[in-house]
Protein backbone atom coordinates (compact mmCIF):
# COMPACT_ATOMS: atom_id res chain seq x y z
CA UNK A 1 0.00 0.00 0.00
CA UNK A 2 2.90 2.89 0.80
CA UNK A 3 4.55 1.62 -2.11
CA UNK A 4 1.67 1.34 -4.79
CA UNK A 5 -1.15 3.09 -3.31
CA UNK A 6 -4.90 1.82 -3.17
CA UNK A 7 -4.02 -0.53 -6.78
CA UNK A 8 -3.40 -4.31 -6.34
CA UNK A 9 -2.20 -7.09 -8.65
CA UNK A 10 -4.00 -10.69 -8.43
CA UNK A 11 -2.79 -13.59 -10.66
CA UNK A 12 -5.62 -16.26 -12.01
CA UNK A 13 -4.07 -18.22 -14.66
CA UNK A 14 -1.63 -16.29 -17.17
CA UNK A 15 -3.31 -12.51 -16.86
CA UNK A 16 -2.69 -10.45 -13.91
CA UNK A 17 -6.06 -8.97 -12.48
CA UNK A 18 -5.33 -5.18 -11.38
CA UNK A 19 -7.79 -3.78 -8.52
CA UNK A 20 -7.91 -0.26 -8.32
CA UNK A 21 -9.68 1.64 -5.57
CA UNK A 22 -8.15 4.64 -5.71
CA UNK A 23 -10.31 7.86 -6.68
CA UNK A 24 -8.34 9.46 -8.61
CA UNK A 25 -6.64 6.56 -10.37
CA UNK A 26 -10.00 5.17 -10.84
CA UNK A 27 -11.11 7.76 -12.80
CA UNK A 28 -8.50 8.11 -15.00
CA UNK A 29 -9.01 4.19 -16.00
CA UNK A 30 -12.68 4.71 -16.23
CA UNK A 31 -12.37 7.79 -18.67
CA UNK A 32 -9.13 5.99 -20.53
CA UNK A 33 -10.87 2.85 -21.44
CA UNK A 34 -13.77 3.19 -22.52
CA UNK A 35 -14.08 0.08 -24.67
CA UNK A 36 -15.30 -3.15 -22.50
CA UNK A 37 -12.92 -5.64 -22.88
CA UNK A 38 -13.04 -7.37 -26.16
CA UNK A 39 -13.96 -10.89 -24.13
CA UNK A 40 -16.53 -8.62 -21.60
CA UNK A 41 -19.36 -11.12 -22.60
CA UNK A 42 -17.05 -14.22 -22.05
CA UNK A 43 -16.10 -12.81 -18.59
CA UNK A 44 -18.42 -13.60 -16.34
CA UNK A 45 -19.77 -16.91 -18.15
CA UNK A 46 -19.74 -18.83 -20.91
CA UNK A 47 -22.21 -18.19 -23.83
CA UNK A 48 -23.02 -20.16 -26.54
CA UNK A 49 -25.19 -19.85 -29.72
CA UNK A 50 -27.87 -17.62 -30.21
CA UNK A 51 -27.14 -16.27 -26.57
CA UNK A 52 -23.52 -15.34 -27.70
CA UNK A 53 -24.61 -12.99 -29.85
CA UNK A 54 -27.28 -11.50 -28.62
CA UNK A 55 -24.92 -10.67 -25.91
CA UNK A 56 -22.31 -9.32 -28.11
CA UNK A 57 -24.69 -6.77 -29.24
CA UNK A 58 -25.84 -5.69 -26.15
CA UNK A 59 -25.03 -1.82 -25.03
CA UNK A 60 -23.44 -2.64 -21.85
CA UNK A 61 -20.89 -5.70 -23.52
CA UNK A 62 -20.78 -3.64 -27.39
CA UNK A 63 -18.17 -1.72 -28.36
CA UNK A 64 -17.25 0.79 -31.42
CA UNK A 65 -20.44 1.58 -33.78
CA UNK A 66 -22.24 -1.32 -32.13
CA UNK A 67 -22.25 0.28 -28.83
CA UNK A 68 -22.97 3.62 -30.00
CA UNK A 69 -26.04 2.80 -31.38
CA UNK A 70 -27.25 0.54 -28.84
CA UNK A 71 -26.34 3.41 -26.05
CA UNK A 72 -28.51 5.90 -28.09
CA UNK A 73 -31.73 4.72 -27.90
CA UNK A 74 -31.63 3.67 -23.92
CA UNK A 75 -30.15 7.89 -24.44
CA UNK A 76 -33.43 8.63 -26.02
CA UNK A 77 -35.69 7.00 -24.02
CA UNK A 78 -34.37 7.29 -20.94
CA UNK A 79 -32.11 10.31 -20.39
CA UNK A 80 -33.58 13.37 -21.64
CA UNK A 81 -35.94 15.34 -19.73
CA UNK A 82 -38.85 15.12 -22.30
CA UNK A 83 -39.11 10.78 -21.84
CA UNK A 84 -38.56 10.48 -18.26
CA UNK A 85 -41.32 12.70 -17.40
CA UNK A 86 -43.36 11.29 -19.88
CA UNK A 87 -42.61 7.72 -18.25
CA UNK A 88 -43.82 9.23 -14.83
CA UNK A 89 -47.60 8.46 -15.04
CA UNK A 90 -46.56 4.98 -15.74
CA UNK A 91 -44.38 4.75 -12.82
CA UNK A 92 -46.60 6.28 -10.24
CA UNK A 93 -49.51 3.68 -11.13
CA UNK A 94 -46.64 0.74 -10.59
CA UNK A 95 -45.64 2.49 -7.11
CA UNK A 96 -49.04 2.87 -6.22
CA UNK A 97 -50.62 -0.33 -6.99
CA UNK A 98 -47.48 -1.93 -5.41
CA UNK A 99 -47.88 -0.27 -2.39
CA UNK A 100 -51.85 -1.50 -2.44
CA UNK A 101 -50.36 -4.66 -2.59
CA UNK A 102 -48.15 -4.60 0.42
CA UNK A 103 -51.42 -3.35 2.49
CA UNK A 104 -52.35 -6.87 2.38
CA UNK A 105 -49.66 -8.02 4.35
CA UNK A 106 -49.66 -4.91 6.45
CA UNK A 107 -50.97 -4.77 10.09
CA UNK A 108 -53.80 -2.63 10.71
CA UNK A 109 -52.64 0.97 12.10
CA UNK A 110 -51.98 1.39 15.96
CA UNK A 111 -55.28 0.89 17.99
CA UNK A 112 -57.15 -0.85 15.61
CA UNK A 113 -57.67 -4.06 15.17
CA UNK A 114 -58.81 -6.76 12.76
CA UNK A 115 -58.70 -5.74 9.18
CA UNK A 116 -56.37 -3.89 8.39
CA UNK A 117 -56.89 -0.79 5.98
CA UNK A 118 -60.42 -1.05 5.75
CA UNK A 119 -60.39 -2.92 2.86
CA UNK A 120 -61.07 -0.44 0.31
CA UNK A 121 -57.98 -0.61 -2.23
CA UNK A 122 -56.54 -4.01 -1.80
CA UNK A 123 -55.28 -4.33 1.80
CA UNK A 124 -57.37 -7.03 4.45
CA UNK A 125 -55.36 -8.87 5.73
CA UNK A 126 -55.10 -9.05 10.08
CA UNK A 127 -52.00 -8.67 11.73
CA UNK A 128 -48.44 -8.02 9.71
CA UNK A 129 -46.99 -10.54 7.90
CA UNK A 130 -43.13 -10.78 7.30
CA UNK A 131 -42.15 -10.96 3.86
CA UNK A 132 -38.92 -10.47 2.23
CA UNK A 133 -38.97 -7.15 1.04
CA UNK A 134 -36.24 -7.43 -1.85
CA UNK A 135 -37.81 -10.80 -3.57
CA UNK A 136 -41.45 -9.11 -3.63
CA UNK A 137 -40.03 -5.31 -4.76
CA UNK A 138 -38.68 -6.99 -8.04
CA UNK A 139 -41.86 -7.21 -9.04
CA UNK A 140 -42.70 -3.58 -9.13
CA UNK A 141 -39.02 -2.96 -11.03
CA UNK A 142 -39.74 -5.41 -13.22
CA UNK A 143 -43.41 -4.23 -13.90
CA UNK A 144 -42.12 -0.32 -14.37
CA UNK A 145 -39.74 -2.27 -17.06
CA UNK A 146 -42.75 -3.64 -18.85
CA UNK A 147 -44.59 -0.19 -18.74
CA UNK A 148 -41.76 2.12 -19.40
CA UNK A 149 -39.90 -0.03 -22.22
CA UNK A 150 -43.11 -1.13 -23.71
CA UNK A 151 -46.04 -0.32 -22.92
CA UNK A 152 -47.38 -3.67 -21.48
CA UNK A 153 -48.42 -4.95 -18.90
CA UNK A 154 -45.94 -8.05 -17.31
CA UNK A 155 -48.33 -9.01 -14.57
CA UNK A 156 -45.73 -8.92 -12.13
CA UNK A 157 -48.24 -7.76 -9.55
CA UNK A 158 -50.83 -10.62 -9.61
CA UNK A 159 -54.51 -10.79 -10.17
CA UNK A 160 -55.15 -7.54 -10.05
CA UNK A 161 -52.85 -6.36 -13.37
CA UNK A 162 -54.75 -8.68 -15.50
CA UNK A 163 -51.89 -9.57 -17.83
CA UNK A 164 -54.22 -11.43 -20.01
CA UNK A 165 -54.07 -15.17 -20.72
CA UNK A 166 -50.42 -15.05 -18.85
CA UNK A 167 -50.61 -13.92 -15.35
CA UNK A 168 -52.16 -16.25 -13.65
CA UNK A 169 -50.99 -15.79 -9.46
CA UNK A 170 -51.83 -13.37 -6.90
CA UNK A 171 -48.12 -12.24 -5.95
CA UNK A 172 -45.80 -9.95 -6.16
CA UNK A 173 -43.15 -12.05 -4.13
CA UNK A 174 -42.78 -15.18 -6.19
CA UNK A 175 -45.18 -17.05 -4.92
CA UNK A 176 -47.86 -19.04 -7.69
CA UNK A 177 -47.14 -16.49 -9.99
CA UNK A 178 -46.54 -17.29 -13.54
CA UNK A 179 -47.09 -13.97 -15.49
CA UNK A 180 -44.61 -12.67 -17.73
CA UNK A 181 -42.78 -10.74 -15.89
CA UNK A 182 -42.36 -13.73 -13.30
CA UNK A 183 -40.92 -15.70 -15.80
CA UNK A 184 -38.77 -12.96 -16.77
CA UNK A 185 -37.65 -12.08 -13.03
CA UNK A 186 -37.15 -16.27 -12.56
CA UNK A 187 -34.80 -15.97 -15.28
CA UNK A 188 -33.21 -13.07 -14.76
CA UNK A 189 -32.55 -14.38 -11.17
CA UNK A 190 -31.42 -17.52 -12.80
CA UNK A 191 -28.57 -15.70 -15.11
CA UNK A 192 -27.43 -13.61 -12.10
CA UNK A 193 -26.95 -16.42 -10.01
CA UNK A 194 -24.56 -18.22 -13.01
CA UNK A 195 -22.38 -15.50 -13.01
CA UNK A 196 -22.01 -16.56 -9.02
CA UNK A 197 -18.76 -18.31 -8.50
CA UNK A 198 -20.38 -20.82 -6.80
CA UNK A 199 -22.95 -21.26 -8.82
CA UNK A 200 -21.78 -21.38 -12.72
CA UNK A 201 -20.06 -23.71 -15.02
CA UNK A 202 -17.04 -25.77 -14.42
CA UNK A 203 -15.76 -24.60 -17.80
CA UNK A 204 -15.74 -20.90 -16.88
CA UNK A 205 -12.33 -21.24 -14.31
CA UNK A 206 -10.81 -22.90 -17.52
CA UNK A 207 -11.73 -20.26 -19.66
CA UNK A 208 -10.78 -17.11 -17.23
CA UNK A 209 -7.35 -18.70 -16.37
CA UNK A 210 -6.70 -19.67 -19.88
CA UNK A 211 -7.84 -17.42 -22.03
CA UNK A 212 -6.56 -18.92 -25.16
CA UNK A 213 -8.12 -21.92 -24.78
CA UNK A 214 -11.85 -20.16 -25.15
CA UNK A 215 -12.65 -21.66 -28.63
CA UNK A 216 -11.86 -24.80 -26.79
CA UNK A 217 -14.21 -24.16 -23.97
CA UNK A 218 -16.81 -22.53 -25.74
CA UNK A 219 -17.17 -25.83 -27.77
CA UNK A 220 -17.17 -28.04 -24.91
CA UNK A 221 -20.14 -25.88 -23.26
CA UNK A 222 -22.00 -26.53 -26.24
CA UNK A 223 -21.89 -30.17 -27.05
CA UNK A 224 -21.00 -31.17 -23.21
CA UNK A 225 -23.14 -28.54 -21.08
CA UNK A 226 -23.10 -29.39 -17.26
CA UNK A 227 -26.15 -28.64 -15.60
CA UNK A 228 -24.83 -24.50 -14.62
CA UNK A 229 -24.53 -23.81 -18.05
CA UNK A 230 -27.76 -25.84 -19.95
CA UNK A 231 -29.82 -23.97 -16.54
CA UNK A 232 -27.80 -20.30 -18.00
CA UNK A 233 -28.51 -21.00 -21.37
CA UNK A 234 -32.40 -21.88 -21.01
CA UNK A 235 -32.68 -19.20 -18.72
CA UNK A 236 -31.26 -15.99 -21.39
CA UNK A 237 -33.06 -18.51 -24.13
CA UNK A 238 -36.14 -17.35 -21.97
CA UNK A 239 -35.56 -13.20 -21.74
CA UNK A 240 -34.43 -13.44 -25.35
CA UNK A 241 -37.73 -15.25 -26.41
CA UNK A 242 -39.99 -12.70 -24.74
CA UNK A 243 -37.53 -9.49 -25.99
CA UNK A 244 -37.96 -11.39 -29.43
CA UNK A 245 -41.93 -11.11 -28.95
CA UNK A 246 -42.16 -7.64 -27.91
CA UNK A 247 -40.45 -6.49 -31.23
CA UNK A 248 -42.70 -8.78 -33.37
CA UNK A 249 -45.93 -7.50 -31.23
CA UNK A 250 -44.64 -3.74 -32.08
CA UNK A 251 -44.06 -4.97 -36.19
CA UNK A 252 -47.62 -6.86 -36.36
CA UNK A 253 -49.22 -4.04 -34.55
CA UNK A 254 -47.52 -1.20 -37.34
CA UNK A 255 -48.72 -3.44 -39.88
CA UNK A 256 -52.33 -3.35 -38.57
CA UNK A 257 -52.14 0.15 -37.96
CA UNK A 258 -51.10 0.46 -41.74
CA UNK A 259 -53.36 -1.40 -43.06
CA UNK A 260 -56.23 0.08 -41.10
CA UNK A 261 -55.25 3.58 -42.63
CA UNK A 262 -52.54 4.36 -39.61
CA UNK A 263 -55.19 4.74 -36.57
CA UNK A 264 -52.07 4.07 -33.62
CA UNK A 265 -52.69 7.36 -32.70
CA UNK A 266 -49.89 9.64 -31.34
CA UNK A 267 -46.93 8.06 -32.70
CA UNK A 268 -47.83 4.76 -30.80
CA UNK A 269 -48.93 1.71 -31.58
CA UNK A 270 -52.42 0.64 -29.69
CA UNK A 271 -53.65 -3.21 -30.29
CA UNK A 272 -56.52 -4.95 -28.96
CA UNK A 273 -56.07 -6.71 -25.55
CA UNK A 274 -53.58 -9.28 -24.54
CA UNK A 275 -53.07 -10.52 -28.32
CA UNK A 276 -49.51 -11.86 -28.59
CA UNK A 277 -49.64 -12.33 -24.46
CA UNK A 278 -49.03 -8.73 -23.37
CA UNK A 279 -52.20 -7.14 -22.49
CA UNK A 280 -51.11 -2.88 -23.08
CA UNK A 281 -51.45 -0.46 -20.32
CA UNK A 282 -51.33 3.23 -20.68
CA UNK A 283 -52.01 3.73 -24.05
CA UNK A 284 -49.86 0.36 -25.49
CA UNK A 285 -46.52 0.88 -27.04
CA UNK A 286 -46.40 4.89 -27.02
CA UNK A 287 -44.23 7.10 -28.80
CA UNK A 288 -41.94 7.48 -25.63
CA UNK A 289 -41.47 4.04 -24.75
CA UNK A 290 -37.76 2.23 -25.60
CA UNK A 291 -39.37 -0.17 -27.99
CA UNK A 292 -40.35 2.79 -29.93
CA UNK A 293 -36.89 4.66 -29.98
CA UNK A 294 -35.63 1.64 -31.34
CA UNK A 295 -38.04 0.63 -33.95
CA UNK A 296 -39.08 4.59 -35.13
CA UNK A 297 -35.61 5.18 -35.04
CA UNK A 298 -34.25 2.54 -37.62
CA UNK A 299 -37.25 4.04 -39.74
CA UNK A 300 -35.51 6.26 -42.35
CA UNK A 301 -32.16 6.29 -40.59
CA UNK A 302 -28.52 5.98 -42.45
CA UNK A 303 -28.07 1.97 -43.09
CA UNK A 304 -24.83 2.20 -40.65
CA UNK A 305 -27.37 3.60 -37.66
CA UNK A 306 -29.65 1.37 -37.75
CA UNK A 307 -30.46 -1.70 -34.89
CA UNK A 308 -30.29 -4.76 -36.35
CA UNK A 309 -33.08 -7.18 -35.17
CA UNK A 310 -30.24 -8.92 -33.02
CA UNK A 311 -29.27 -5.80 -31.66
CA UNK A 312 -32.85 -4.58 -31.13
CA UNK A 313 -33.30 -7.95 -28.89
CA UNK A 314 -29.93 -7.70 -27.49
CA UNK A 315 -31.29 -3.93 -25.68
CA UNK A 316 -34.78 -5.13 -25.16
CA UNK A 317 -32.49 -8.29 -23.24
CA UNK A 318 -30.64 -5.67 -21.33
CA UNK A 319 -33.73 -3.31 -20.44
CA UNK A 320 -34.51 -6.44 -18.56
CA UNK A 321 -31.56 -7.64 -16.80
CA UNK A 322 -30.12 -3.59 -16.01
CA UNK A 323 -33.36 -2.40 -15.01
CA UNK A 324 -34.67 -4.56 -12.62
CA UNK A 325 -32.60 -6.38 -10.02
CA UNK A 326 -29.89 -3.19 -9.24
CA UNK A 327 -33.23 -0.82 -8.46
CA UNK A 328 -35.01 -3.81 -6.44
CA UNK A 329 -31.48 -4.24 -4.79
CA UNK A 330 -31.32 -0.31 -3.52
CA UNK A 331 -34.94 0.06 -2.87
CA UNK A 332 -34.31 -3.08 -0.58
CA UNK A 333 -30.81 -2.45 1.15
CA UNK A 334 -32.43 1.12 1.59
CA UNK A 335 -35.23 -0.13 3.77
CA UNK A 336 -33.18 -2.12 5.23
CA UNK A 337 -30.69 0.57 6.60
CA UNK A 338 -34.14 2.42 7.32
CA UNK A 339 -35.40 -0.26 9.37
CA UNK A 340 -32.47 0.28 11.34
CA UNK A 341 -31.95 3.98 11.64
CA UNK A 342 -35.10 5.02 13.12
CA UNK A 343 -33.89 8.29 13.16
CA UNK A 344 -33.43 8.72 9.40
CA UNK A 345 -36.51 6.79 8.53
CA UNK A 346 -38.14 9.43 11.09
CA UNK A 347 -36.83 12.36 8.86
CA UNK A 348 -37.44 10.80 5.32
CA UNK A 349 -41.22 10.22 6.53
CA UNK A 350 -41.73 13.88 7.83
CA UNK A 351 -40.28 14.55 4.28
CA UNK A 352 -42.59 12.42 2.12
CA UNK A 353 -45.55 13.56 4.20
CA UNK A 354 -44.83 16.86 3.17
CA UNK A 355 -45.21 15.87 -0.26
CA UNK A 356 -49.08 14.67 0.71
CA UNK A 357 -51.38 13.53 -2.12
CA UNK A 358 -49.42 15.63 -5.08
CA UNK A 359 -48.46 13.60 -7.92
CA UNK A 360 -45.57 12.91 -8.05
CA UNK A 361 -43.82 15.37 -11.21
CA UNK A 362 -40.57 15.48 -12.79
CA UNK A 363 -40.16 18.71 -10.34
CA UNK A 364 -41.55 17.61 -7.05
CA UNK A 365 -39.16 14.33 -7.16
CA UNK A 366 -36.29 16.67 -8.22
CA UNK A 367 -36.96 19.71 -5.60
CA UNK A 368 -38.85 18.51 -2.92
CA UNK A 369 -37.39 15.38 -1.53
CA UNK A 370 -33.62 16.02 -1.05
CA UNK A 371 -33.52 13.77 2.38
CA UNK A 372 -34.93 11.34 0.36
CA UNK A 373 -32.16 11.42 -2.42
CA UNK A 374 -29.84 11.73 0.28
CA UNK A 375 -30.50 8.37 1.53
CA UNK A 376 -30.81 6.75 -1.67
CA UNK A 377 -27.27 8.04 -2.30
CA UNK A 378 -25.80 6.97 0.88
CA UNK A 379 -27.44 3.79 0.74
CA UNK A 380 -25.62 3.15 -2.87
CA UNK A 381 -22.40 3.95 -1.46
CA UNK A 382 -22.32 1.82 0.98
CA UNK A 383 -24.29 -0.81 -1.10
CA UNK A 384 -23.45 -0.88 -4.85
CA UNK A 385 -25.40 -3.16 -6.99
CA UNK A 386 -22.40 -3.57 -8.68
CA UNK A 387 -19.37 -3.09 -6.62
CA UNK A 388 -17.07 -2.80 -9.88
CA UNK A 389 -16.06 -2.00 -12.96
CA UNK A 390 -14.73 -4.04 -15.13
CA UNK A 391 -11.85 -2.82 -18.13
CA UNK A 392 -8.99 -4.66 -19.86
CA UNK A 393 -5.65 -3.02 -20.76
CA UNK A 394 -5.97 -2.70 -24.72
CA UNK A 395 -1.72 -1.48 -24.55
CA UNK A 396 0.60 -1.35 -21.62
CA UNK A 397 -0.88 0.82 -19.31
CA UNK A 398 1.37 3.04 -17.04
CA UNK A 399 -0.58 3.51 -13.71
CA UNK A 400 1.75 6.46 -12.63
CA UNK A 401 2.57 4.41 -9.16
CA UNK A 402 5.03 2.59 -10.55
CA UNK A 403 3.09 0.09 -11.78
CA UNK A 404 2.90 -0.62 -15.61
CA UNK A 405 -0.94 -2.82 -16.36
CA UNK A 406 0.26 -5.14 -19.33
CA UNK A 407 -1.65 -5.27 -22.55
CA UNK A 408 -4.36 -7.88 -21.63
CA UNK A 409 -4.59 -7.50 -18.07
CA UNK A 410 -8.21 -6.69 -16.36
CA UNK A 411 -8.43 -3.96 -14.69
CA UNK A 412 -11.42 -4.13 -11.67
CA UNK A 413 -12.03 -0.55 -11.09
CA UNK A 414 -13.25 -1.01 -7.20
CA UNK A 415 -16.35 1.38 -6.68
CA UNK A 416 -17.07 -0.15 -3.69
CA UNK A 417 -13.89 -0.53 -2.06
CA UNK A 418 -13.09 3.88 -3.07
CA UNK A 419 -17.07 4.15 -0.86
CA UNK A 420 -15.43 2.65 1.98
CA UNK A 421 -11.85 4.07 2.04
CA UNK A 422 -11.56 6.36 5.01
CA UNK A 423 -8.95 8.80 3.51
CA UNK A 424 -12.26 10.20 1.68
CA UNK A 425 -15.12 9.06 3.67
CA UNK A 426 -15.80 10.23 7.24
CA UNK A 427 -16.55 7.29 9.05
CA UNK A 428 -17.29 5.01 6.29
CA UNK A 429 -18.89 2.41 7.78
CA UNK A 430 -21.46 4.29 9.29
CA UNK A 431 -24.81 5.48 7.64
CA UNK A 432 -24.78 9.18 7.09
CA UNK A 433 -27.21 10.57 4.36
CA UNK A 434 -26.82 14.12 5.88
CA UNK A 435 -23.08 13.73 3.89
CA UNK A 436 -24.75 14.72 0.96
CA UNK A 437 -26.57 17.31 2.44
CA UNK A 438 -25.08 21.04 2.76
CA UNK A 439 -25.54 20.73 6.08
CA UNK A 440 -23.60 17.62 6.84
CA UNK A 441 -21.11 18.00 3.77
CA UNK A 442 -18.63 20.28 5.29
CA UNK A 443 -18.29 17.08 8.54
CA UNK A 444 -18.90 14.29 6.81
CA UNK A 445 -19.00 14.52 2.77
CA UNK A 446 -16.23 12.88 0.82
CA UNK A 447 -12.19 15.05 0.78
CA UNK A 448 -12.97 13.99 -2.68
CA UNK A 449 -16.43 14.51 -4.72
CA UNK A 450 -15.70 11.85 -7.68
CA UNK A 451 -15.33 9.38 -4.81
CA UNK A 452 -19.26 8.60 -5.16
CA UNK A 453 -19.89 6.11 -8.17
CA UNK A 454 -22.45 3.67 -8.09
CA UNK A 455 -23.37 4.62 -11.34
CA UNK A 456 -20.08 4.28 -12.99
CA UNK A 457 -17.73 6.59 -14.43
CA UNK A 458 -17.69 8.70 -17.76
CA UNK A 459 -18.94 7.71 -21.25
CA UNK A 460 -19.62 4.35 -19.98
CA UNK A 461 -21.93 5.84 -17.15
CA UNK A 462 -25.28 4.04 -16.54
CA UNK A 463 -27.54 5.16 -18.96
CA UNK A 464 -30.43 4.23 -16.38
CA UNK A 465 -29.30 6.94 -13.88
CA UNK A 466 -32.19 9.23 -13.84
CA UNK A 467 -34.77 6.34 -14.19
CA UNK A 468 -33.48 4.35 -11.40
CA UNK A 469 -33.60 7.17 -8.92
CA UNK A 470 -37.11 8.55 -10.40
CA UNK A 471 -38.33 4.75 -9.46
CA UNK A 472 -36.81 4.58 -6.30
CA UNK A 473 -38.05 7.60 -4.88
CA UNK A 474 -41.83 7.36 -6.22
CA UNK A 475 -41.96 3.72 -4.23
CA UNK A 476 -40.61 5.33 -1.08
CA UNK A 477 -42.77 8.14 -1.40
CA UNK A 478 -45.82 5.88 -1.27
CA UNK A 479 -44.65 3.61 0.76
CA UNK A 480 -43.29 5.44 4.10
CA UNK A 481 -46.72 7.64 3.49
CA UNK A 482 -48.67 4.76 4.24
CA UNK A 483 -46.51 2.50 6.03
CA UNK A 484 -44.47 1.96 9.51
CA UNK A 485 -41.68 -0.40 8.30
CA UNK A 486 -39.79 -2.48 10.53
CA UNK A 487 -37.50 -5.51 10.37
CA UNK A 488 -38.37 -8.84 11.43
CA UNK A 489 -36.84 -10.75 14.08
CA UNK A 490 -36.26 -13.33 10.90
CA UNK A 491 -33.63 -11.44 9.32
CA UNK A 492 -30.20 -12.58 9.73
CA UNK A 493 -27.88 -9.89 11.17
CA UNK A 494 -25.50 -8.65 10.34
CA UNK A 495 -26.81 -8.32 7.01
CA UNK A 496 -25.11 -11.40 4.67
CA UNK A 497 -24.36 -10.35 1.01
CA UNK A 498 -23.41 -12.51 -2.18
CA UNK A 499 -21.15 -11.38 -4.95
CA UNK A 500 -20.93 -12.27 -8.49
CA UNK A 501 -21.38 -8.79 -11.06
CA UNK A 502 -23.93 -7.90 -8.47
CA UNK A 503 -23.97 -7.64 -4.96
CA UNK A 504 -27.34 -8.44 -3.28
CA UNK A 505 -28.89 -9.68 -0.03
CA UNK A 506 -27.96 -13.39 0.88
CA UNK A 507 -30.96 -13.41 2.88
CA UNK A 508 -33.31 -10.84 1.53
CA UNK A 509 -34.25 -8.24 3.41
CA UNK A 510 -37.49 -9.38 5.55
CA UNK A 511 -40.20 -6.88 6.80
CA UNK A 512 -43.23 -6.15 8.72
CA UNK A 513 -45.59 -3.17 7.42
CA UNK A 514 -48.21 -0.89 10.20
CA UNK A 515 -50.58 1.31 8.40
CA UNK A 516 -49.87 4.53 9.57
CA UNK A 517 -53.78 5.22 9.31
CA UNK A 518 -53.43 9.14 9.22
CA UNK A 519 -51.29 8.16 6.20
CA UNK A 520 -52.00 9.99 3.06
CA UNK A 521 -53.56 7.80 0.18
CA UNK A 522 -52.19 8.28 -3.11
CA UNK A 523 -54.70 9.22 -5.45
C1 LIG B 1 -29.87 1.42 -8.96
C2 LIG B 1 -29.95 1.08 -10.22
C3 LIG B 1 -28.77 0.93 -11.15
C4 LIG B 1 -27.42 0.86 -10.88
C5 LIG B 1 -26.74 0.92 -9.52
C6 LIG B 1 -26.73 0.73 -12.15
C7 LIG B 1 -25.35 0.66 -12.28
C8 LIG B 1 -24.69 0.66 -13.50
C9 LIG B 1 -23.26 0.76 -13.66
C10 LIG B 1 -22.25 0.83 -12.51
C11 LIG B 1 -22.98 0.79 -14.97
C12 LIG B 1 -21.61 0.97 -15.62
C13 LIG B 1 -20.90 -0.31 -15.87
C14 LIG B 1 -19.51 -0.10 -16.42
O1 LIG B 1 -19.04 1.01 -16.62
O2 LIG B 1 -18.86 -1.12 -16.62
C15 LIG B 1 -24.24 0.66 -15.67
C16 LIG B 1 -24.37 0.62 -17.04
C17 LIG B 1 -25.58 0.52 -17.69
N1 LIG B 1 -26.83 0.56 -17.11
FE1 LIG B 1 -27.26 0.71 -15.15
N2 LIG B 1 -27.66 0.72 -13.15
C18 LIG B 1 -28.91 0.85 -12.59
C19 LIG B 1 -30.12 0.92 -13.26
C20 LIG B 1 -30.27 0.85 -14.61
C21 LIG B 1 -31.54 0.92 -15.30
C22 LIG B 1 -32.90 1.14 -14.64
C23 LIG B 1 -31.27 0.77 -16.61
C24 LIG B 1 -32.30 0.76 -17.71
C25 LIG B 1 -32.37 1.60 -18.64
C26 LIG B 1 -29.82 0.64 -16.77
C27 LIG B 1 -29.15 0.49 -17.97
C28 LIG B 1 -27.77 0.47 -18.11
C29 LIG B 1 -27.08 0.37 -19.39
C30 LIG B 1 -27.75 0.26 -20.76
C31 LIG B 1 -25.71 0.40 -19.13
C32 LIG B 1 -24.56 0.33 -20.15
C33 LIG B 1 -24.08 1.73 -20.49
C34 LIG B 1 -22.90 1.75 -21.45
O3 LIG B 1 -22.03 0.89 -21.36
O4 LIG B 1 -22.86 2.67 -22.27
N3 LIG B 1 -29.26 0.68 -15.52
N4 LIG B 1 -25.26 0.61 -14.75
Given at each position: ?7 Y??W ?15 R ?10 A ?7 V ?22 R???V ?21 A ?5 R ?9 GQ ?18 F ?6 G ?5 V ?13 G??S ?18 I?QQ ?12 Q ?10 R???P ?10 T ?12 A ?23 A??G ?16 K ?11 M??M?E?R ?21 V ?8 D ?22 V ?18 Y ?7 S ?7 P ?7 E ?5 N ?22 V ?8 P ?6 G ?5 PA ?6 P ?10 H ?13 M ?11 Q ?10 S???LD ?12 LR??
Open positions: MEKYGRVKIFGVNPWIVISDPALLKLAHRCVGKPSMSEYGHLTGANYEIEQANAFVASGAVWRGRRFEASVIHPASLAAHLPAINRCNRFVALAQRAAAPASGGANGGTDGGGGGGAEEDFFAAVGYTMAVGEVAYGVDFGTMEDGSGSEAAGPAADGAAVSSGLQDAAMTSFRCLVENATKYLPLVMFAARPLVRWLAHLPDRAQREHMARTQIAQVSRRLMERWQANKAAAAEGGAGAGGVSGEGDKGGFEVGGGISSSSFAAMGRGAPQEERLSDVEVIAQSFLFLAGFETTATLALTCYLLATHPEAAARLTAEDAVGGRELTAEVLAESLPTEAVLKEMRLYPPLYLLREARDLDLGGMVAPKDAYLILYVHSMHLNPDWPHPERFLERFLPEAAAFGDPGAWAFGIGARMCVGKLAMMVAKCLLVRYQRFSVALHPRPLPLRMKAGLRVPGVWLTLTERGSAAA
